[in-house]
């Protein structure tokens, strides 16, 4: 069944149908550009969430850095980011899928509508013309009969008319004749014009009309069939995404299950353990006895408190507390007055008076937990640190100078070469234009061993003063080399280089580029990616690749083929398996 057929008088309702339809078209795109502005909101908004929530470190130093709990809420915010990733992804498939392929078929099939439409009315009015012809004709036809007619009438009765003479009998007779024949002629022409519209007609009816709307049908059934795939675009849009939306909900949940509570607490003993000892009992001093506060015969050598820690550290901050001790200027021998007097202020009771000076003096420091020095003045030897804190700071700085130290030295002797080179073939360079960074490299060099020499110093000192921990120090010799110390300034176990074995094993006139990295394992992709940006590279889904560098938190990690090509794709677009 067709409209040709079974709606051939419904010109005006398939006109309104067809409308209607591209009506609802129109509708929907307009539905999914507002999903499509929601969508786009929506990751923006997750966007900054996670940005405003994953702040910058200043410093890799600070404590929280390492702890668990931490690292998973950045990880949470990371996937988080990934998640308003596929938000937009989602966002822009719709646009395109949807709103700009359905806005453009859209287009072409009010064009070809309008076509069929003056088709139609062109069928129309070549039909209504016919029709004024055939009515017209029929008009003449009527008149000129009524008109034979009564001359007929007429020369009848000339003709019965005993007055009448015979040229008016015989003129009678031929105005008769002439008009009958005009009839004739009109009743021909009347009958030719009416064949005519019957045909015209039964062609409009069953060809052309049907044809038109026929046509009209199988545009709107395009237009329903084309509406139906934007309606499953609509959802398959999202479902694409899902497995990565997926994969971001199990990375927070995996960040969730990372999280070590007993690891986190080692760590926090280990970033603010200070090395100090326990403050042993403090004494009592009879001043009554005329006893002196120094600690008797029968004394631990052991600090045994808080003024002792301050008599065998003057000078010295006291890390525990905030304040200098009071204690110390009120009951050591020095603030008695001369001759062993006791001052005016002790009164008749002495010993009331030292125990209330205690109380003043000691109470305060048991809850001066609460009030303990929050920024220290920092100093070049990290002073200002408790004993653990400060040999962990120290051998920390020393590493990095080590390195720093390594890259200078490797960087003196690669000039050096790179000298030798152009002295023996002056065409590929002039030596002379090296020394100002052989200059620069030497004083780097002698700099960086003065700054080395100073913190092995400094820890060689915090060694001392602490618990007999041990650890390594470097020097390094004219070549570069360097020797690993103990504590005690005896070699380690670890030989040092030979100091004859060159840096680089070939250094030739063609400067051979560095082999490839080993691959650290290798990767499945989940699904298909372009690679269309610079840098990145292409992939099909179920392709294996030797992964060359885990991802850093950016969320790409550097993968190579099997050819050679190297580049960067999305971490979660595959399945990783690193080399044990």
Not at 372 to 390: I, N
Not at 563 to 579: M, R
Request: charged share 30%; hydrophobic share 30%.
């Amino acid at each position: 069944m067709d409209w040709g057929t079974e709606l051939w008088d419904q010109y005006d309702t398939i006109e309104k149908h067809t409308q209607t339809g591209l009506e609802l078209v129109e509708k929907y795109v307009k539905f999914v550009k507002e999903r499509t502005e929601i969508e786009q909101n929506y990751a923006k908004q997750l966007r900054n969430l996670s940005k405003k929530y994953n702040q910058k470190r200043s410093s890799k130093d600070e404590p929280e850095c390492r702890l668990s709990s931490y690292q998973s809420f950045l990880d949470i915010l990371n996937e988080m980011n990934d998640y308003a990733g596929q938000r937009e992804l989602i966002a822009e498939n719709l646009m395109m899928n949807i709103c700009i392929d359905l806005t453009k078929y859209l287009q072409e099939l009010k064009q070809e509508r309008k076509t069929y439409l003056m088709e139609a009315k062109r069928a129309q009015q070549s039909l209504e013309s016919t029709y004024k012809q055939l009515d017209s004709s029929k008009k003449r036809f009527e008149r000129e009969w009524r008109e034979a007619e009564r001359a007929a009438q007429h020369a009848e009765k000339t003709d019965l008319d005993i007055n009448a003479t015979k040229a008016d009998v015989e003129k009678a007779k031929q105005q008769a004749h002439f008009k009958a024949q005009t009839a004739e002629e009109s009743k021909n022409d009347y009958a030719s014009q009416l064949q005519k519209y019957n045909k015209e007609q039964n062609q409009f009816y069953f060809n052309d009309i049907p044809l038109v709307f026929n046509k009209l049908q199988d545009l709107d059934e395009r237009r329903i069939r084309k509406l139906a795939q934007g309606y499953i675009l609509f959802s398959d849009t999202e479902k694409q995404v899902m497995p990565i939306i997926g994969k971001c909900l199990e990375g927070i949940t995996k960040a969730g299950a990372n999280v070590n509570e007993k690891n986190d607490a080692m760590i926090v003993i280990e970033q603010n353990k200070s090395g100090f000892e326990r403050p042993g009992d403090v004494e009592f001093e009879d001043y009554s006895q005329g006893i002196n506060r120094a600690s008797s015969d029968s004394s631990l050598g052991t600090p045994k408190g808080p003024m002792d820690l301050l008599g065998r550290n003057k000078g010295k901050n006291f890390w525990l507390f905030s304040r200098k001790s009071k204690l110390s200027s009120t009951l050591t021998p020095d603030a008695s007055p001369p001759n062993g007097s006791h001052s005016p202020k002790f009164g008749r009771d002495p010993l009331s008076y030292c125990l209330k000076e205690i109380n003043k003096t000691v109470k305060p420091r048991i809850s001066s937990f609460k009030t303990l020095r929050r920024s220290p003045t920092v100093t070049e030897d990290f002073g200002h640190l408790p004993p653990e804190q400060r040999r962990k700071r120290l051998q920390q700085k020393l590493e990095e100078i080590s390195k720093e130290l390594q890259k200078e030295v490797d960087q003196s002797e690669a000039l050096g070469k790179m000298k030798d080179v152009y002295e023996k073939n002056p065409q590929m360079g002039d030596p002379a234009t090296l020394a100002s960074q052989i200059s620069q490299t030497s004083q780097n060099i002698d700099r960086l061993k003065g700054e080395m020499s100073k913190y092995e110093n400094w820890l060689t000192e915090a060694g001392a003063r602490g618990d007999s921990t041990r650890y390594k120090t470097y020097t390094f010799n004219d070549n570069g080399a360097h020797d690993a110390l103990s504590a005690d300034g005896a070699h380690s176990d670890e030989s040092p280089p030979d100091p004859s074995q060159p840096i680089y094993a070939e250094f030739d006139d063609d400067f051979e580029d560095e082999e490839p990295a080993a691959p650290i394992g290798r990767c499945t992709a989940m699904y298909s990616f372009p690679g269309a940006s610079e840098g990145t590279i292409a992939m099909k889904e179920g392709e294996v690749l030797a992964v060359v560098e885990e991802d850093k938190g950016d969320g790409w990690t550097r993968v190579r083929r099997n050819n050679g090509d190297e580049g960067y794709i999305p971490t979660s677009y595959v399945s990783i398996t690193l080399n044990k």
